[in-house]
């Protein structure tokens, strides 16, 4: 079975500063895809960015980033110029890919705060 | 479009008391996720319904709980006689074929809590 470990339960960053997230996964699949997701105070989960593990080349969007490591299994979330309103929890997820679509796993999350 | 529209936004009962929780999918997506998120469990998998068919039910934690899919705009979670431990977010998700490379789209969840 697939799990996803996050190991920070909060972090702090002062306003436009850079921040990273861990994440951690095991899986014995090759095919697979991973997410990061933001869920601020409102409960919205909102898609930040994402990665196919077939691609070696990190994802980017904006000022968000990640360093995805395949054989170490682990895929770290980079905020750079953090900004008031990206405090909010924030979720690593995984889905398998190839045959039937699979189940989305999230990790526990991590709580950021966002300091001015 | 939308998004995924979930009510309702917030439920208070009392326990025993039947609760429906309802769900309107993205037009077009043929995947639904039910998903439950308590503070000591995360957010977990209840239930996914492939083309309004129930594929994977195997997070549905008891008989008390049930889920359908009557077509493909509309689903509901029942829970029956609900109790104060089924407290929680509930939220649906849908996605497309490809959505296990895109991500899933969430509603705004519905805060349940039984008293």
């Known amino acids: 079975a697939q799990t996803v470990t996050q190991s920070q339960p909060e972090m702090s960053v002062q306003e436009a500063e850079t921040v990273t997230l861990s994440c951690t996964y095991d899986?014995?699949?090759?095919?697979?895809?991973l997410f990061w997701y933001k869920q601020p105070p409102s409960r919205q989960m909102i898609l930040v960015i994402r990665?196919?593990?077939?691609?070696?080349q990190n994802a980017t969007e904006n000022r968000f980033s990640v360093n995805f490591q395949k054989a170490a299994k682990s895929f770290s979330l980079k905020i750079s110029d953090s900004q008031l309103g990206d405090t909010a929890m924030y979720f690593c997820?995984?889905?398998?890919?190839?045959?039937?679509?699979?189940?989305?796993?999230f990790g526990k999350g991590t709580k950021l705060s966002v300091k001015p | 479009d939308a998004g995924v529209i979930q009510s309702p936004r917030h439920e208070v009962t009392e326990m025993g008391q039947e609760v429906t929780l309802r769900c309107k999918p993205i037009?077009?997506?043929?995947?639904l996720f039910w998903y439950r998120q308590t503070m000591m469990r995360g957010l977990e998998l209840l239930i996914y319904?492939?083309?309004?068919?129930?594929?994977?039910d195997s997070g549905m934690p008891e008989d008390r709980f049930s889920a359908k899919m009557p077509n493909a705009s509309f689903s509901t979670l029942k829970i029956q006689p609900s109790e104060p431990r089924d407290s929680a977010v509930y939220f649906c998700?849908?996605?497309?074929?490809?959505?296990?490379?895109?991500?899933?789209?969430f509603g705004s969840g519905t805060r349940l809590t039984v008293v």
């Open positions: 998700a849908s996605s497309s074929m490809g959505g296990a490379r895109i991500g899933y789209t």
């Open positions: 899986t014995s699949e090759s095919n697979y895809y």
């Open positions: 990665q196919e593990a077939y691609k070696q």
């Open positions: 997820a995984f889905i398998r890919y190839g045959g039937s679509q699979g189940n989305l796993i």
């Open positions: 037009s077009g997506h043929d995947y």
């Open positions: 319904f492939n083309n309004n068919v129930p594929i994977d």
